[in-house]
């Protein structure tokens, strides 16, 4: 940034009062500075939003992605959830763990899913490594969220997404099996039947693994 820049300026006021230059800069200096930054930006957030709506949760900024410890203890007293996208097999219970341990939050998953190599999509472009068959998706579907209930710090999850994406690719060329339903609104009933059943008994899953504090 130039010189003039307010940012640039803050900088350079921080590593002055550390005895630093931006020649001379370390790793505690640039996770320090990370940190005050993603705190502005949340306290910011924060207080814009409770100024018009004072009743609903701050859910976060849905991270792409695990973020930097540095980012989490920034935005941590701020935020009423933390929440990210993760596309992994499995959930990230460690990860969630550690998300509430560094703040003191709870969590929530704001997409995940698993798309199947059967439905005839191409599958090329897109999170998540396909798996073969509607069956396996919703052994997946299962593994994880049972996974999430049982982690009391975790209040909860978004499947991506209800449509499947078409063949030749949405907009930026997206092409997979991510849907509840087919492009014609089929549903895909082994993932549909799979999600209804575990999803009516996922509360009291959720309770018993808060009562023995897991």
């Given at each position: 940034m130039p010189p003039t820049?307010?940012?640039?300026?803050?900088?350079i006021e921080f590593l002055k009062a550390r005895g630093h230059t931006p020649q001379n800069l370390d790793e505690d200096d640039q996770s320090s500075f990370l940190e005050i930054t993603a705190g502005e930006y949340a306290r910011i957030a924060r207080e814009t939003i409770r100024r018009y709506d004072p009743n609903h949760l701050i859910m976060g900024c849905r991270f792409a992605g695990y973020a930097p410890e540095a980012v989490l203890r920034g935005m941590g007293p701020y935020f009423d959830v933390i929440s990210y996208n993760n596309y992994s097999p499995d959930a990230p219970?460690?990860?969630l763990r550690q998300i509430f341990d560094?703040?003191?939050?709870?969590?929530?998953?704001?997409?995940?899913?698993?798309?199947?190599?059967?439905?005839?999509?191409?599958?090329?472009?897109g999170a998540a490594k396909p798996v073969a068959?509607?069956?396996?998706?919703a052994e997946g579907f299962t593994r994880y969220v049972e996974a999430l209930?049982?982690?009391?710090?975790?209040?909860?999850f978004h499947w991506f997404e209800y449509r499947d994406e078409p063949a030749e690719g949405r907009f930026d060329g997206e092409?997979?099996?991510?849907g509840l339903v087919k492009i014609d609104l089929t549903p895909w009933t082994a993932l549909t039947d799979?999600?209804?059943e575990v999803n009516s008994r996922i509360e009291?899953?959720?309770?018993?693994?808060?009562?023995?504090?897991?």
């Amino acid at each position: 940034m130039p010189p003039t820049a307010p940012a640039y300026q803050k900088a350079i006021e921080f590593l002055k009062a550390r005895g630093h230059t931006p020649q001379n800069l370390d790793e505690d200096d640039q996770s320090s500075f990370l940190e005050i930054t993603a705190g502005e930006y949340a306290r910011i957030a924060r207080e814009t939003i409770r100024r018009y709506d004072p009743n609903h949760l701050i859910m976060g900024c849905r991270f792409a992605g695990y973020a930097p410890e540095a980012v989490l203890r920034g935005m941590g007293p701020y935020f009423d959830v933390i929440s990210y996208n993760n596309y992994s097999p499995d959930a990230p219970v460690e990860r969630l763990r550690q998300i509430f341990d560094l703040t003191g939050k709870p969590t929530m998953i704001t997409e995940f899913s698993f798309k199947a190599m059967d439905s005839g999509l191409p599958n090329t472009k897109g999170a998540a490594k396909p798996v073969a068959t509607q069956k396996d998706r919703a052994e997946g579907f299962t593994r994880y969220v049972e996974a999430l209930a049982a982690l009391p710090s975790c209040v909860g999850f978004h499947w991506f997404e209800y449509r499947d994406e078409p063949a030749e690719g949405r907009f930026d060329g997206e092409n997979s099996n991510y849907g509840l339903v087919k492009i014609d609104l089929t549903p895909w009933t082994a993932l549909t039947d799979r999600m209804k059943e575990v999803n009516s008994r996922i509360e009291t899953l959720a309770a018993k693994s808060a009562e023995r504090g897991n």
